[in-house]
């Protein structure tokens, strides 16, 4: 048989492995004990697929290719699990935005013309592995977290939103244990 049809190439590509959340060169790599216990969980859930992608002996090349590629994704997540430095929010002063805080803002100037007021902003400050924005979590390194780390409640403060500046105050701060 010719080997002229045959692509080579295919199988010894190496599979592209999607890169974590970003954390900052020389920054830590600060997690809640809730993000912590996440990340143990993508662990074994990761080991799970292996153990059955080393199972499976149906087609070497996908499996090869499907090896490679979690075992490059256990790689990033064992180097994120042993540089995490967990803080716990119970641990953190209760009257100034810290790491692991749910920070309510409100604008100063909440009542818009027309009668119509504007609302209220709620995030917790977690870890990058932690952060989803639909569940109201913001990575510690994101610029809201970074412009409100310190404030007290009823400090008011300014943020720069897109092109424009707006003036907040910070009317709760309150940690839940992560």
Known sequence: MSRGFVKEDDSQAPPIIPPRAALPPGTPNYVTPRGLEQLRQELAELEAQRSQAEANRENDTDRTRQLGLLNGQLSQLNARLASAKVVDPRQQPADEVRFGATVTLRPVD?????????????????????????????????????????????????????????????VGIAYDGG
């Open 110 to 170: 909440s009542a818009k013309p027309g009668g119509k007021t504007t609302t209220e902003r709620r995030f917790t400050i977690v870890g990058v592995d932690e952060a989803s924005v639909a569940e109201g979590r913001v990575a510690f390194v994101a610029p809201i977290a970074r412009a409100v780390v310190g404030a007290r409640r009823g400090q008011v403060l300014t943020l720069r939103l897109g092109p424009k500046d707006e003036q907040v105050e910070v």
